[in-house]
C-alpha cells in the first residue's frame, strides 16, 4: 500500500518542499544576546501543503496555511508551529489525500469538498481584540488561540461581517486600535462588490461601506491614512468563462489599468471617488504607507509593470517575464481638490531587484514616516537558485531599509547561504523614536537545510545580526508577519 | 540576554545532538509499498536533553526522555514525537536550565532539585494494560497516553509497586499477558535490595519477590521461562563512597563476577539460587531469550567481556576501552540438579563489532526460538565517525539475524551513509510461523542529516527495504523500540 509521497511536484524541492510537521520548541538555542526588552511574540503564516495538489499547476498561494510562533520572555525564545485546522485541511486529513482543486475554482474540486470553505488561511497573521487572526483574501479570517496556536475556527465578527471575503491585509489604526479592512469579490466569485470594514479595538463593527469595483481584479492590499482609505485594483483579473473552463482563478491582463478607490473614512458610499491610471501601476502588491496632507492623499508602495505571480498565467499567452516581479517603489499623490481622475507618480527607489514583501514601523501607519524595510535580491551577490523546479530566480537574501527622506539604503545582507523571509520591524521600547528597534527575518541556510531567526539593530542593518535564534530544522516558506508585544500597546490587549 | 546554547557540550554534534523539538507529522511520505496488514503502532524511547548538563562528563543515558509514535493505518504512517513529562523536565522547564546533576547522584543536583525524582523515562516503551509506559532503571514506570503520548505520570500501580526503581526491561509473557518485572536498589541508592514483581495483563500484582543481591549493580536486564525468573548482576558497581565524593553512579570494576538469581515462578522468597560466574561474564546488558528444559535453564544473549559504557569510569583507572563494547552471543545453561554454582558456557555468535540492541520475536519469550536480531557494526563497510567527539567508533550500520538453529547470519545494511537502531520485529500476522514478519528500525541519513523508518522482510533481509518511511528532519537517538499490533494480541488490549 502506498503512502503520500511528493515527488511528481515539482515545486517541492528544497525549501520550497512543504514542511509538513507541527513543532513545539521549548528554550531555542541561541548565538548572540537577544536585546532586553525585547518580549512578546513573533508569528509567521507560512504556506505549507499536506497533500500533493491535484493539479500539477496550482499556485503554492493555494498551499494549506501554517503559523509558527516565536516567543521572547527575558531572553528566552520558544518556538511553536501549527496547521491552521480548516475545515478543508480536516477534510483532506480525513480523506488522506486532496480534494480541493485550481485556486479558488469550486468546479475543480473534488465533489465531496464542493460545499466546503477552501479557506486556507494561509497569508497574514495579525493580533486583534485579543484574538490571533491568519487571514487569505478569499475566505473569512481564521481566529487560532495567540498561545497555543490552536484553531478557534472561520470568524464572522459574531455575525458582523456578512461577506464572503475578508482581505489578507487589513491594518491596525495606531491612533484608535481600530482594524479597518476590506473584502473583494465580496459576494461569491466574480462579483464586483467591494466591501469596507472598521471594527474597534473591541471587535466590533464601527462602520461599513458597500461599493463596485470597475474590475473583478486581485486586490490584495489596501492603505490608511488618518482620515482615507485607499483601495488599489491590479492587473490580475478573472470572468466566469475562465472558471467554468476549469482555469486557476487569475490570469494576467496587461490591457487593464490601475483604478484606486479613496474613501472618506467619515463619509458614505457615496462619497468615494475612483482614480484612474494606467496598466504600467496595475502591479500593486503591498502597500508601504500612507497619509493625507490638506486634501491630498499619498501613498508610498511597491509597484512593478508586469506580471508579479509566475503561477498566474498572463491573459495574452505570453511566457512569464521574471524581470515583471522587480517593483521599484513609488510615491503617488491623489489631489482630491482637482477634476482630474489620474494622479502624480514619483519613483523614490528603483533599479530594485526583488519582491514586494515591504513593512515599516506599524507605530506611523497613517503618518509621515521616514523608514521602510523591503525583502530583496541584493544583484550583487553571486547567489543563484532553481526556484520551485520551474522558475529560476535569485533567492532574496537581503532586506533593504529605504530612507523616504533622504533616498539612502541600507542593507542586511545573507551572504549566498541564506534567504530571509518578510522583515518585521519591532520598536526597542514603546516610546522609541521611529526606527529605533530591531529587525527580525528568518533566515534559511542552504548549506545545512536549517532556518533561524535573524535580530539585527534596525538603525545598523550593515553590522549584520546581534543575535540568532537557531532551530534544528527548515521552517516553511512565510508569506507574512506580525509582531504582538508583551504589553499589547498598539491593540491594548496582551496575549494571553 | 542569552538563551540556551549546546555549545560547550561535546557530545551535541551532529546525529548526537539533542533534537529539542517535538513534532507532530501526519501521513509521512512514503517511498515502496507499506505491507498490507502492518497495521499498529511503532514506539520508541529516546535521549533528548532539553538543556545542556551542569556537568560536562554527564552520561547522556541521564538525557530527558521522549517518545516517538510511527502509527501505521492501511498504508499510512503518522509520526508523533514528545518529551515525557516528569517532575523533572518540568522543574527544570520552569527554572529555564539543567538543575540535575551527575546520574544517580543527588548530592550533585541544584539544591531546589534534591527533593525532586530524577526520572528521565528514557530507556524502553511497552503498552501494558492499555497504558504506554516509558521506563527508567532508576525510578518509577511514567505513564503515558499511548495514542497522544500526553504523560499522565509516575506509575506505582496504584499502589501496588512500593519499589523505589523498576527495570526499563519488564517481559510480557506472551502465553500470559503476564508483565514480569524487577527493582534493583529498590529501597533506595546503594541499596543491596531486589523486588521481583508479577503483575497479570490487568496489572493487577499476582506475585512479589524481595531477595538481596550479592552486590550492588547495575542490572539492567531480565529474562523469563515458563517457569523461571533469570536475573543477573554485572560488573558496573557502586558504594556510599562515590556518591559522597559526588561522582557518578557507576564504576566498571573488572574484578567483580557476574553472578545470577534463578527465581522459580512458582516458589517463594526462600527458593531463589543464586549462580556465580566470572568477571568476564560480568558484562550482560541485554538478553536474548530463555526457556527451562526439564530441570535445565537456558539463557542467550550477548555479553560482553570488558567495560561497556564508555561514560561510567574504570575502577582501576584504566581508560576506556573500545573493544570492550563488543559482545559476543553466549549460551549459559543453568543446572537445577546440580550442586555447582557455576553454569555451562558456550559462545553462538563471536567475532561481532556491535551493539548489544538485540530483539527476537516477542511471540516466542519463554519459549524454543531460533532467530535473533541485533544492531552491529558491519566491520566490513568502510563506515567511521566520530562519535559524540569523544569516542571514535564506527556507527552501527546493520542488523543481523542470528539462526540460532545453524549458526547462520543474514544482514540489512544501511551501507555508508545511514546509521540504524534496535531492529523492531513484527510479525506478518498474528498467526505467523516464526520469523515471518518484518523488521522496522529507524535509519538516519548522515548525508542529509534526515530520519527514516525502514521496514525490510524478515526473512529476507539482505534485500533491503522494501518500504520507507521518510521524516523532514532527522531524530533523536533512540534507546529502545515496541510494536503494538492494532489488535493488541500480546496482551489483550487494543490502543485507544
Redesign the interface.
Known sequence: ??????KDDPTAKGFF?P?????????????G????GLNGSFYRSCIDR??PPRFPDDTPYNSDGAVDLFRFT????D?RSRYIQTPRLKAE?AA?RALFGRYRNRGTYDPSARDISPNTGNTTPIIHHGRLFSFKEDSPPMAMDPDTLETIGEWDFHGQMRAKTFTAHPKIDPNTGDMIAFSYEAKGDVSPDLAVFVFDKHGKLKREWWIKAPVVSMMHDMAITDRHIILPTTGMVTNQERLDAGLIHWTYDSSVPCHVAIIPRDGDDKDVRWFHGTPEQAMLVHTTNARTEGNKVILDAPVASNNFHPFFPNADGSAFDVSGVSPNIRRWTFDLDSKDTGWKEEVLFGGLRGTSMVRMDDRYLTRPFRWSYMLVVDPTLPFDRERGGKLSVRVANSIFRFDHHTGAIDRLSAGNTHSLSEPQFVPARPDAPEGEGYILTVANDYS??RSELVIADAMRLGDGPIAR?K????LHTQVHGWWEPQEGFLTGFRPR
Open positions: 500500500m502506498g503512502g503520500v509521497s511528493f518542499a514542511l509538513r510537521f507541527e513543532a513545539t520548541l521549548i528554550d531555542c538555542e541561541v548565538e544576546d537577544i536585546p532586553a499536506r497533500y527575558n531572553g528566552h525564545v518556538f486529513t488522506r545545512e537545510m535564534v532551530l534544528p530544522f527548515r
